[in-house]
């Protein structure tokens, strides 16, 4: 069964640190992109990181640049989304997608029109940051 499962989410406390993970199963995740986004209640889905395939290259929104981190792990065929000194802000649901890295989606991290190149979605997980 070709899927994204996400895990890791929970409730933080600001400034605090977690990590989710992005479990691939029936595709190779070494041969697509990677893309975190968050929706948080009542906004807008947006792009938060993107990690290209060839070279590892990451993109990150200017809200979490400095802070968040984009990994893989190619043994593992998981993803990952290191998330420090968190905001009350970051309070969304967490979704991993995996676009073919011929098709360049990170440049496009927050176009819209862009996410339906992203051939498989997780289901999302619940990140909350609160004291």
């Known amino acids: 069964q070709v899927q994204l499962v996400e895990s890791g989410g929970g409730l933080v406390q600001p400034g605090g640190s977690t990590t989710l993970s992005c479990a691939a199963s029936?595709?190779?995740?070494?041969?697509?992109?990677i893309g975190w986004f968050r929706q948080a209640p009542g906004k807008e889905r947006e792009g938060v990181s993107c990690?290209?395939?060839?070279?590892?290259?990451?993109f990150h929104a200017e809200s979490v640049k400095g802070r968040f981190t984009i990994s893989r792990d190619s043994a593992k065929n998981t993803a990952y989304l290191q998330m420090n000194n968190l905001k009350a802000e970051d309070t969304a649901v967490y979704f991993c997608?995996?676009?073919?890295?011929?098709?360049?989606?990170?440049?496009?991290?927050?176009?819209?029109?862009?996410?339906?190149?992203?051939?498989?979605w997780g289901q999302g997980t619940q990140v909350t940051v609160s004291s």
């Open positions: 997608a995996a676009a073919p890295i011929i098709r360049g989606v990170c440049l496009w991290l927050n176009e819209s029109a862009m996410w339906d190149q992203y051939d498989y």
């Open positions: 029936g595709f190779t995740l070494n041969y697509y992109a």
């Open positions: 990690m290209e395939s060839k070279d590892g290259t990451t």
